[in-house]
């Protein structure tokens, strides 16, 4: 018999983060904050959730709804280097 259940077609849609998802965010902050902005690789927060690793979005908003100003940096055409989200305070 399996333990785990299997993804419900209804249950594709949710986007909820899991607590240890947003911990390591925070940690990843912290280890980064350079007195202005912090720059995390999409890659360091996505590596132990790699069926959470295109929901950046969720982290993207989560992140604004509690103040940061959150840019995505993504490489263009002939860019090489891995895709990030930097992390600064609002301007009041």
């Avoid at 986007?15 to 999409?42: C, F, P, Q, T, Y």
């Avoid at 890659?43 to 690793?53: A, E, F, G, S, V």
């Amino acid at each position: 018999m399996i333990k785990v259940k299997p993804l419900s077609p209804e249950d594709i849609d949710n986007k909820e983060l899991s607590d240890e998802l947003v911990e390591r965010v925070n940690n990843l902050i912290r280890m980064n904050w350079n007195g202005h902005s912090a720059e995390v690789i999409l890659d360091h927060i996505t590596c132990l959730h790699p069926y959470q690793k295109g929901d950046w979005r969720a982290i993207y908003r989560l992140y604004k709804e509690y103040g940061w100003d959150v840019e995505t940096d993504f490489p263009g055409y002939c860019e090489n280097y891995k895709a990030k989200l930097i992390f600064r305070k609002k301007r009041k």
